[in-house]
């Protein structure tokens, strides 16, 4: 059987000529990447007042995002079982276009109606922006969810 | 846009599925351009009119046309 036959429920990654699974590469990736951010913040003093626990923390919660990122970056699709041969032509292309540019379009109103809302009140809002940021990208990932779930529904 | 898709590929016996594998594409793909509901991209048309040894007029038409 040819490398390019063999299709698998998570795929393969490719490293030449050769390949192995990809999950055999992301998920000890993952830890060695969630290590290093307990180890970062450690170092960092974010920790907490106990270091270890501070370490396994922040190593945990690191791990599967990273693990998920590089299983991204590594899978060769053409090896995953039902992933079609031409995705950009799929319907589905079509929902996460849409999708994606009338988030971009919600994200546009509501932060220009909050600043415009905010700027008009005589009073001072002080706000920290490490929670501010994840915010609007929540409020980014939740607008284009919901737009791909209704196009995907009216289908 | 009207099309034909749904009766080329029953003339053949064929399931959404196998359509789908043929064109490269999902089996929503083919449900969402069956149902009128989505319009196949120029290459996409291509391929569909080449899989039932026909031609992308034959298979595809305007909603003001019967």
């Not at chain 2, 099309?3 to 080329?8: K, L, W």
């Not at chain 2, 064929?14 to 290459?43: C, H, K, M, N, Y």
């Amino acid at each position: 059987m040819s490398v390019g036959q063999a299709r698998s429920k998570w795929g393969y990654a490719r490293f030449g000529t050769g390949r192995i699974p990809a999950l055999a590469v992301a998920v000890p990736s993952g830890m060695i990447l969630g290590g290093a951010a307990g180890l970062l913040a450690v170092l960092a003093g974010v920790s907490g007042p106990s270091p270890v626990l501070g370490f396994a923390v922040f190593a945990v919660f690191f791990a599967s995002p990273a693990a998920g990122l590089v299983y991204v970056l590594v899978v060769d699709r053409s090896t995953l079982a039902g992933a079609p041969a031409r995705p950009d032509d799929s319907v589905e292309a079509g929902w996460l276009d849409k999708a994606a540019a009338g988030s971009f379009t919600d994200l546009v109103l509501v932060l220009g109606i909050t600043a415009t809302v905010l700027a008009l009140i005589p009073r001072d809002f002080p706000v920290d922006l490490k929670l501010v940021l994840p915010a609007v990208i929540l409020l980014g990932f939740a607008c284009f969810g919901i737009r791909y779930l209704v196009l995907r529904g009216k289908n | 846009m009207n099309n034909r898709v749904h009766e080329s590929r029953q003339r053949l016996g064929w399931s959404q599925q196998r359509l789908a594998d043929e064109l490269g594409v999902s089996r929503q793909t083919v449900i969402s351009i069956e149902r009128g509901r989505f319009d196949p991209s120029l290459p996409l048309a291509f391929r569909i009119a080449a899989v039932f040894n026909s031609t992308i007029e034959e298979l595809f038409f305007p909603d003001d046309m019967v």
